[in-house]
Nanobody
Framework: QVQLVESGGGLVQAGGSLRLSCAAS????????MGWFRQAPGKEREFVAT????????DYADSVKGRFAISRDNAKNTVYLQMNSLKPEDTAVYYC?????????????????WGQGTQVTVSS
Protein backbone atom coordinates (compact mmCIF):
# COMPACT_ATOMS: atom_id res chain seq x y z
CA GLN A 1 0.00 0.00 0.00
CA VAL A 2 1.29 3.44 -0.97
CA GLN A 3 -0.20 6.77 0.01
CA LEU A 4 0.68 9.82 -2.07
CA VAL A 5 0.34 13.44 -1.01
CA GLU A 6 0.94 16.26 -3.47
CA SER A 7 1.91 19.80 -2.55
CA GLY A 8 3.28 22.94 -4.17
CA GLY A 9 0.34 24.01 -6.29
CA GLY A 10 -0.93 27.56 -6.39
CA LEU A 11 -1.61 30.64 -8.47
CA VAL A 12 1.14 31.93 -10.75
CA GLN A 13 1.36 34.36 -13.63
CA ALA A 14 2.08 33.17 -17.14
CA GLY A 15 5.81 32.68 -17.61
CA GLY A 16 6.31 31.83 -13.97
CA SER A 17 7.43 28.62 -12.29
CA LEU A 18 6.17 26.17 -9.70
CA ARG A 19 7.63 23.03 -8.18
CA LEU A 20 5.24 20.27 -7.25
CA SER A 21 6.18 17.60 -4.74
CA CYS A 22 4.62 14.22 -4.11
CA ALA A 23 5.51 12.49 -0.86
CA ALA A 24 4.96 8.74 -0.67
CA SER A 25 4.46 6.59 2.38
CA UNK A 26 5.93 3.13 2.76
CA UNK A 27 9.37 1.62 2.36
CA UNK A 28 8.94 0.37 -1.21
CA UNK A 29 8.89 3.70 -3.03
CA UNK A 30 11.83 2.70 -5.23
CA UNK A 31 9.82 -0.28 -6.49
CA UNK A 32 7.46 1.99 -8.39
CA UNK A 33 7.52 3.98 -11.54
CA MET A 34 6.00 7.40 -10.92
CA GLY A 35 3.95 9.72 -13.04
CA TRP A 36 2.32 13.12 -13.07
CA PHE A 37 -1.07 13.66 -14.71
CA ARG A 38 -3.38 16.64 -14.87
CA GLN A 39 -7.06 17.27 -15.33
CA ALA A 40 -8.64 20.54 -16.37
CA PRO A 41 -12.37 21.25 -15.83
CA GLY A 42 -14.47 19.40 -18.36
CA LYS A 43 -11.52 17.49 -19.75
CA GLU A 44 -10.13 14.00 -19.31
CA ARG A 45 -7.12 13.32 -17.16
CA GLU A 46 -4.00 13.56 -19.30
CA PHE A 47 -0.43 12.38 -19.02
CA VAL A 48 2.24 14.94 -18.15
CA ALA A 49 5.45 13.11 -17.22
CA THR A 50 6.78 9.81 -16.00
CA UNK A 51 10.00 8.57 -14.39
CA UNK A 52 11.31 5.07 -13.86
CA UNK A 53 12.21 3.58 -10.51
CA UNK A 54 15.77 4.96 -10.26
CA UNK A 55 15.30 8.22 -12.14
CA UNK A 56 17.33 7.06 -15.08
CA UNK A 57 14.54 7.32 -17.62
CA UNK A 58 11.90 9.99 -18.11
CA ASP A 59 9.24 10.83 -20.66
CA TYR A 60 7.01 13.84 -21.22
CA ALA A 61 3.89 14.90 -23.01
CA ASP A 62 4.71 16.98 -26.08
CA SER A 63 2.86 19.93 -24.58
CA VAL A 64 5.32 20.21 -21.67
CA LYS A 65 8.62 19.07 -23.20
CA GLY A 66 11.36 21.59 -22.59
CA ARG A 67 9.34 23.35 -19.87
CA PHE A 68 8.69 20.68 -17.22
CA ALA A 69 11.12 18.31 -15.52
CA ILE A 70 10.30 15.27 -13.42
CA SER A 71 12.73 13.95 -10.84
CA ARG A 72 12.73 11.74 -7.78
CA ASP A 73 14.62 11.29 -4.54
CA ASN A 74 14.20 7.72 -3.34
CA ALA A 75 15.89 8.51 -0.04
CA LYS A 76 13.11 11.01 0.66
CA ASN A 77 10.30 8.98 -0.94
CA THR A 78 9.45 12.00 -3.05
CA VAL A 79 8.88 12.76 -6.71
CA TYR A 80 8.98 16.30 -8.08
CA LEU A 81 7.66 18.18 -11.06
CA GLN A 82 9.49 21.40 -11.86
CA MET A 83 7.28 23.54 -14.08
CA ASN A 84 8.79 26.51 -15.89
CA SER A 85 7.44 28.95 -18.49
CA LEU A 86 3.93 28.19 -17.35
CA LYS A 87 1.02 28.95 -19.67
CA PRO A 88 -2.68 29.50 -18.92
CA GLU A 89 -3.40 26.16 -20.64
CA ASP A 90 -1.36 24.43 -17.92
CA THR A 91 -4.13 25.27 -15.45
CA ALA A 92 -5.42 22.01 -13.98
CA VAL A 93 -5.44 19.76 -10.95
CA TYR A 94 -2.16 17.87 -10.95
CA TYR A 95 -2.01 14.31 -9.67
CA CYS A 96 0.94 12.07 -8.95
CA UNK A 97 0.62 8.33 -9.31
CA UNK A 98 2.63 5.17 -8.64
CA UNK A 99 2.85 2.25 -11.05
CA UNK A 100 4.04 -1.28 -10.33
CA UNK A 101 5.77 -1.41 -13.69
CA UNK A 102 9.00 0.16 -12.49
CA UNK A 103 9.59 1.83 -15.82
CA UNK A 104 6.64 4.15 -15.42
CA UNK A 105 3.92 4.58 -18.01
CA UNK A 106 2.28 7.14 -20.28
CA UNK A 107 -1.31 6.06 -19.66
CA UNK A 108 -3.40 5.88 -16.50
CA UNK A 109 -4.10 2.13 -16.51
CA UNK A 110 -0.77 0.88 -15.07
CA UNK A 111 -0.96 3.26 -12.12
CA UNK A 112 -2.25 1.66 -8.95
CA UNK A 113 -2.01 4.49 -6.46
CA TRP A 114 -3.06 8.12 -6.86
CA GLY A 115 -2.74 11.25 -4.78
CA GLN A 116 -5.57 13.63 -4.07
CA GLY A 117 -4.29 16.29 -6.45
CA THR A 118 -3.04 19.86 -6.16
CA GLN A 119 -4.48 22.83 -8.03
CA VAL A 120 -2.28 24.81 -10.40
CA THR A 121 -3.72 28.02 -11.81
CA VAL A 122 -1.83 30.11 -14.36
CA SER A 123 -3.15 33.59 -15.00
CA SER A 124 -2.63 35.43 -18.26
Amino acid sequence: QVQLVESGGGLVQAGGSLRLSCAASGRTFSSYGMGWFRQAPGKEREFVATINWNGGSTDYADSVKGRFAISRDNAKNTVYLQMNSLKPEDTAVYYCAASLPRGGALTTDPYTYWGQGTQVTVSS
